[in-house]
């Protein structure tokens, strides 16, 4: 059984909204980022297991909020206390996570297609962000992580990088339209490229 992205019949490559006498390089970039293993990792109350003896892909948890841990293939997002979100791009990585947390300490859930991401790339990626959430995004930067909403639709902000300005948006996959749709909109008056 094959996978099919929330957003495939509306993710479209092209020029959309004030791109007119812009150069490319100063346009949004939006791009829809699939194929990636999303685990999320619980570790239980009674547990007590220290995060810092524990690696991941040569990563290790950090129970800081806002705080992103990374490396070329994998993130680490804390998501709120004890709570972490895996992304990664080693899909086989799953096996290691099962070998190395335990079932009787943590809650290992396989979110990989429950979730659509979009990417934002470009200098006014943050007026975009604001235009739909209450979240004070100025003070956020790159290997920061927020869960806010946007548009009444609850989002995970990953601050991917800062120059060039780049963030993924994590939305459930039943909401992958509608998110993209409010994204896109706030696009339109600064111009964007559909990767």
């Known amino acids: 059984m094959t996978s099919e992205s929330a957003l495939n019949n509306i ?3 092209g020029l959309f909204g004030n791109h007119k006498n812009k150069k490319e390089e100063n346009l949004l970039k939006i791009s829809e980022i699939k194929n990636l293993l999303i685990v999320q990792i619980v570790q239980y109350k009674n547990s007590s297991i220290l995060i810092g003896d524990l690696d991941i892909d ?3 948890l950090k129970n800081e909020p806002l705080n992103v841990v990374n490396n070329k293939d994998t993130r680490i ?4 206390p004890k709570n972490w979100l895996l992304v990664s791009k080693k899909k086989d990585l799953l096996e290691d996570i099962l070998k190395i947390f335990k079932e009787t300490d943590f809650a290992i859930t396989n979110l990989s297609h429950s ?4 990417e934002i790339e470009g200098n006014m990626a943050c007026e975009v962000l604001k235009k739909g959430s209450p979240l004070d995004i100025n003070k956020l930067k790159s290997g920061n992580c927020a869960n806010t909403v946007y548009n009444g639709v609850t989002i995970t902000l990953d601050f991917v990088s800062n120059k060039p300005s780049i963030i993924r948006i994590f939305g459930l996959r039943s909401f992958g ?3 993209y749709h409010s994204i896109t909109d706030a696009c339109l008056e600064f111009g964007y490229k559909c990767l």
């Open 11 to 13: 993710h479209k490559a």
């Open 58 to 60: 040569g990563l290790k």
């Open 77 to 80: 997002l804390w998501n709120s």
């Open 115 to 118: 979730r659509s991401i979009i």
């Open 177 to 179: 339209e509608s998110l």
